[in-house]
């Protein structure tokens, strides 16, 4: 019963959405203004809807109601409730219906907290956003419906995939769709916005907020899809360039160019066809991810099961998507009015070179993700795009993007000099070249490129410091003075300085984690001790322990450190009887600079087992500056300026007689 | 029931790093030599794995093979030979720099290069046509901000004296924004 | 116009991402089939102690015999290669083809009883126990079959089992045609 109103509540959420895609772009053109107000009507009764939909897939999970397919297909009735819950997105039909949910969710949200923008922008977006619903609502329906039942119920599932019973890949994908479909609602208002015939500073300040919500959603979903491998993969990497992992990181490179670029178009009035082209390409892009993952056309760790139909009607939406509004840019764009006029040494010119850098590294992974599969349809030959390529080329790109990271924030709008801004520099150049050298001995006595990196993550750390200690007139007026300056700081420049000090952080944790990590392999009888690190370590006793829906083996190492007991590990090897699947489930100490790493491996005829250690030098830095850097853009995000006293279009002031 | 579960852990393990500590070489120098190669060659059987990282029987025959030929004296570039000859380009993580891989390689850097270019020439172009300059001021106008300045008031709420010396000279055309 | 072109230009590499797309669909690619870098090339060597008890070693003097050859690389403990054998045995009895069966990784009395049980199409059998044969011929795993002309040439390779479809449409051609 119930998951037939889940069904027929999806029917209906479509056709609203249809009603929301057409009669509020009519109404806009029209100026209408009761067409218009149907899509706020709309869009809050879609998400009504999908909501409902949404609950009773839930529900048939929760109850392990295994007459709906789906249910029986991902789900089990011994697997922990929260893995049950998590289990509905766990796979193809229930992640597209989150998908789908976030989506109307988004389009309530602009209808709720939009109510500053112009009629006419709004009710766009909001038809735009229910288009996009329509297309996911119609691939639901059509080919993917959750909802399909089977008959007779067999008495249980098939379980969920062992990897993903594990709350750090639980909450992964809500968190990507957020940022995804967030960065719907950026391409909304710029297909809004051509539609108009008008980017100007105030557009740029309505969507701000859209486009920070989104990036720091994505930034989260990343990073907890990263440290979910490196807890669970079992040998210290936190990221592999697999396609699914670039799906989602060539988004993230374009909604931070879109980010910056969106400044300039609000405080100078400029790079506004940049800016509209940013915002379709961050939403193609997730578009495109979600194709690659889908369709079958590339192979990957990640992937949910291939269907060539599936993969040609997201190549079809995809197409409609990005080829209607890239049609769309190609037509209007050149007709927006052009703005202020800037040097190219300036504040606009160091946010042009961002955005071409930010651009370049996503080329670069579209071209490395892609490039396998266009030469072997052109030539047949197979060639194959891993981790060895992306060092070699996205790498030595950030160089120059960190360099003028730090830079750019000292040079003046419309034109700058350059030196001056170096030299306020000097203190973090000196700093990050002396962290290099000290990083470069204290390792092994020569200069490595990981050293290099490291002065990088420096001079990102120290760069944006001494910026924001300069706003604040540090040491040079009274105390009393900055920490009054500081309360007047915008939260958006607070933002920014904690979000460009966290990205220090992550790459001090990756270069040392990559470069410098000391890993141990031993084959231990229990009793037996060794050495690592200036730790011992002794395995005291392997045993079998029983889970919820899995047999394990456990074992235990007593971890001392100058003699005295310093922690215990327990690593696992879990064996899930109902997919016959084994996870090995990692011990890690952490004291935040560091993370003692423990993995269990087979057992040998003789009683032995494989024990590898590693020690992962600032490794916790990757992902807890990660979360700052989502935090500096929360903290954006909650500045008053976005919230009230959003300029309304005001004439141009009359000059002067 | 321990048998069972190591059976079954044999046929169906993930992937982790799956070097064995009876693979491992004795002369740590080669060892460390067979990691990096092992980093960059592909494992033929798994989804974007490298030999190292993948449990795989063939993963285990590569990685055996590579540690034989480095034993025997190959040089990297050979042991990656070897290998290509056996299973082609597929198998190596790092595509060979020839001309069918000339678009990957260079493909981006050279769209950074023209875009940069592009953006500087137009630049350029603007500043010769003096659009970016501001105007220096005719006499008539040198005049009038004269006069305005000698009378104008910084705040007229508060009385300050006249704007400073110094912003007079600089002798810019009056705006009118804000 | 320059600048209108270049509006244009995200849209044209739309288009022609989304045509190798839709092509890779439409023809069905398999990203995972990586094919043989040895088709084209001289078979390599052979050089494996005999499966069967009174058997001589094998070596590669059948595939410079002047007739084609299939070789076989098979196990035991492999399902696929249960479902593929059949095709073989009506192979080697009613077409007469000259098969080459190498044992991968397999012990040498459960390939023997294996193909007791089964039937034993093989003019000669060698046994790959370690492996090494089976990376010089740029196997991936059991069963993969080779079909070499009668130089000695690799002319076709298929990774999985073979199929009622293959046999028709390529493998009897072949053995035919190399005649």
Same mark, same amino acid.
């Given at each position: 019963m119930i998951p037939e109103l889940g069904h027929f509540s999806l029917i209906l959420a479509l056709a609203v959405a249809l009603v929301q895609g057409t009669l509020p772009l009519l109404g806009a053109s029209r100026g209408d203004a009761r067409l218009m107000a149907l899509g706020r009507t709309a869009a809050l009764t879609q998400a009504f809807l999908v909501i409902l939909a949404f609950? =009773?897939?839930?529900? =048939?999970?929760?109850?392990?109601?295994?007459? $709906? +397919?789906?249910?029986? =297909?991902?789900?089990?009735?011994? @697997?922990?409730?929260?893995? @049950?819950?998590?289990?509905?997105?766990?796979?193809?039909?229930?992640?597209?219906?989150?998908?789908a949910l976030i989506l109307s969710l988004f389009g309530a949200a602009v209808a709720i907290f939009g109510a500053n923008l112009p009629d006419t922008l709004r009710s766009r977006v909001l038809a735009i956003q229910a288009l996009?619903? $329509?297309?996911?609502?119609?691939f639901l329906l059509f080919t993917s419906n959750p909802f399909e039942r089977l008959s007779p119920a067999p008495p249980d599932g098939n379980g969920l995939n062992p990897l993903l019973q594990d709350p750090g890949l639980a909450f992964h994908p809500p968190l990507l769709y957020l940022g995804y479909v967030g960065f719907s609602v950026t391409y909304a208002f710029a297909i809004a916005a051509l539609l108009e015939g008008r980017v100007d500073a105030a557009w740029a300040r309505w969507v701000r907020p859209w486009t920070l919500a989104a990036w720091c959603f994505l930034t989260l979903g990343i990073a907890l899809g990263s440290w979910w491998a490196y807890y669970i993969l079992g040998w210290g990497g936190f990221w592999f360039w697999d396609p699914v992992e670039n799906a989602s990181l060539m988004?993230?490179? +374009?909604?931070t160019a879109l980010l910056h670029s969106a400044i300039v178009v609000e405080k100078r009035d400029s790079l506004k066809s940049w800016t509209v082209l940013l915002a379709i390409l961050a939403f193609s892009l997730s578009l495109l991810g979600t194709f690659l993952v889908r369709s079958g056309v590339l192979t990957s760790v990640h992937a949910f099961a291939q269907d060539p139909a599936r993969g040609m009607f997201i190549l079809a939406f995809l197409l409609a998507v990005t080829g209607g509004g890239l049609a769309l840019y190609a037509w209007r764009a050149p007709k927006l009015m052009p703005g202020g006029l800037f040097q190219p040494i300036s504040r606009e010119g160091a946010l042009i070179l961002n955005n071409l850098l930010l651009c370049t590294l996503a080329a670069t992974v579209l071209l490395g993700t892609l490039y396998p599969l266009f030469l072997?349809?052109?030539?047949?030959?197979?060639v194959s795009v891993g981790p060895p390529f992306f060092n070699a080329t996205f790498v030595p790109i950030c160089a120059p993007l960190f360099a003028a990271l730090c830079v750019g924030p000292f040079l003046g709008w419309k034109r700058a000099e350059l030196w001056p801004a170096l030299m306020q520099l000097r203190v973090a150049f000196i700093v990050s070249v002396i962290a290099a050298i000290v990083a470069s001995y204290a390792v092994d006595g020569r200069a490595t490129l990981a050293a290099i990196a490291f002065g990088f993550g420096v001079w990102l750390i120290v760069g944006s410091l001494v910026e924001f200690a300069g706003r604040l007139r540090l040491g040079r007026a009274p105390f009393a003075d900055s920490l009054r300056r500081l309360k007047a700081t915008p939260r958006a420049s607070l933002g920014m300085t904690i979000a460009h000090t966290a990205l220090g952080f992550v790459v001090l944790g990756a270069v040392a984690t990559s470069a410098w990590h000391l890993e141990l392999m031993h084959t231990m009888k229990p009793g037996e001790t060794v050495t690592f690190a200036g730790y011992q370590v002794t395995l005291q006793k392997v045993e079998e322990v029983k889970g919820a829906n899995y047999i394990a083996e456990r074992a235990t190492l007593a971890v001392a450190y100058d003699?005295?007991?310093?922690?215990?590990?327990?690593?696992?090897?879990?064996?899930?009887? $109902?997919?016959?699947?084994q996870v090995a489930e990692t011990a890690i100490h952490t004291n935040l600079l560091r993370d003692f790493y423990v993995t269990l491996g087979e057992g040998d005829a003789n009683g032995g087992w494989v024990i590898r250690l590693y020690l992962n030098p600032l490794a916790p830095w990757i992902w807890l500056g990660a979360a700052c850097c989502a935090l500096g853009g929360f903290v954006s995000l909650s500045d008053r300026r976005l919230r009230i006293g959003a300029p309304s279009r005001r004439p141009v002031a009359q000059p002067a007689e | 029931m321990r048998r069972a579960i190591a059976l079954l852990a044999l046929l169906f393990t993930l992937p982790a790093l799956a070097v064995e500590p009876s693979e491992v070489l004795a002369d740590p120098a080669l060892e460390a030599r067979a990691r990096t190669i092992g980093q960059a060659l592909r494992c033929v059987v798994c989804q974007n794995q490298s030999i190292d990282d993948s449990a795989a029987e063939v993963a285990h025959d590569m990685r055996r093979a590579v540690r034989e030929r480095l034993t025997a004296g190959d040089s990297n570039d050979q042991v990656f030979a070897f290998m290509v000859a056996r299973y082609g380009d597929y198998v190596l993580l790092k595509p060979p720099f020839k001309t069918g891989t000339l678009v990957l390689w260079l493909g981006a850097p050279l769209l950074l290069l023209l875009a940069g270019s592009a953006l500087l020439l137009a630049a350029r172009r603007r500043q010769r046509a003096g659009l970016a300059a501001p105007q220096p001021l005719s006499d008539e106008e040198r005049r009038r901000l004269d006069e305005l300045l000698a009378t104008a008031r910084c705040h007229p709420e508060r009385s300050e004296g006249p704007l400073r010396q110094s912003e007079r000279s600089l002798g810019l055309r009056p705006r009118d924004d804000s | 116009m320059q600048r209108r072109l270049l509006f244009l230009l995200p849209l044209l590499t739309l288009a022609l991402?989304? %045509?190798?797309? /839709?092509?890779?669909?439409?023809?069905?690619?398999?990203? /995972?089939?990586?094919?043989?870098?040895?088709?084209g090339r001289p078979a390599p060597r052979l050089d494996l102690? /005999?499966?069967?008890? %009174?058997?001589?070693?094998?070596?590669? /003097?059948?595939?410079?015999?002047?007739?084609?050859?299939?070789?076989?690389f098979f196990a035991s403990w492999c399902a696929p290669c249960l479902a593929e054998h059949p095709l073989f045995t009506r192979l080697g009895e009613r077409e007469g083809a000259v098969i080459i069966g190498i044992a991968w990784k397999n012990k040498r009395d459960e390939a023997e009883a294996w193909l007791k049980r089964l039937g034993d199409p093989f003019k000669s059998a060698g046994l790959d126990l370690d492996g090494k044969t089976g990376l010089d011929w740029g196997l991936s795993g059991v069963p993969e079959t080779y079909a070499i002309d009668g130089n000695g040439i690799v002319r076709m390779h298929f990774r999985g089992p073979i199929t009622e479809r293959d046999l028709n449409e390529s493998i009897l051609p072949f053995l035919k045609g190399a005649e």
């Open positions: 609950g =009773a897939l839930t529900q =048939a999970y929760v109850t392990s109601d295994f007459s $709906v +397919a789906n249910v029986v =297909a991902n789900s089990h009735s011994a @697997k922990p409730l929260i893995y @049950k819950i998590s289990g509905v997105w766990g796979n193809h039909e229930g992640s597209m219906l989150l998908w996009i619903g $329509v297309g996911f609502l119609a988004p993230w490179l +374009a909604g072997d349809l052109l030539t047949g030959n197979k003699g005295r007991p310093y922690t215990t590990m327990q690593p696992e090897r879990r064996l899930f009887l $109902v997919q016959r699947r | - | 991402m989304a %045509g190798f797309f /839709a092509w890779s669909l439409l023809v069905g690619r398999d990203p /995972a089939a990586i094919g043989s870098v040895l088709v102690p /005999a499966l069967r008890a %009174g058997d001589p070693p094998l070596t590669d /003097a059948l595939l410079k015999s002047g007739k084609p050859v299939l070789v076989n």
